[in-house]
Nanobody, 121 residues
Framework: VQLQASGGGLVQAGGSLRLSCAASGGTFSGYAMGWFRQAPGKEREFVAVISGNGANTYYADSVKGRFTISRDNAKNTVYLQMNSLKPEDTAVYYC???????????????WGQGTQVTVSS
């Protein structure tokens, strides 16, 4: 499975961005899809996950109520809508695929290349 993330950029605090992750080479609906992020000097952290059929989602406390993960299995794409962005959301955001519905990055077999999100104060 190959994953291609896009949609990052520079935005002011309080603004919004939508990240996309296009998948190819596998049965997309057979994978849970997660978003993770890594800020400079910090460990990679879980952001959100969505099950293969889109029925279940789970969020990190730090983004709950501000971010929404969704997927379109017909387009083999997962999205992360990010609203009310804060400077502490600045990071490289990665999409990943797993056969398990998990918030643990070690459970993910496939990773995208990352897209930079920068939130200015």
């Amino acid at each position: 499975v190959q994953l291609q993330a896009s949609g990052g950029g520079l935005v002011q605090a309080g603004g919004s961005l939508r990240l996309s992750c296009a998948a190819s080479g596998g049965t997309f609906s057979g994978y849970a899809m997660g978003w993770f992020r890594q800020a400079p000097g910090k460990e990679r952290e879980f952001v959100a996950v969505i099950s293969g059929n889109g029925a279940n989602t789970y969020y990190a406390d730090s983004v709950k109520g501000r971010f929404t993960i969704s997927r379109d299995n017909a387009k083999n794409t997962v999205y992360l809508q990010m609203n009310s962005l804060k400077p502490e959301d600045t990071a490289v955001y990665y999409c990943a695929a797993s056969v398990l519905y998990s918030s643990n990055s070690r459970r993910y077999e496939y990773w995208g290349q990352g897209t930079q999100v920068t939130v200015s104060s």
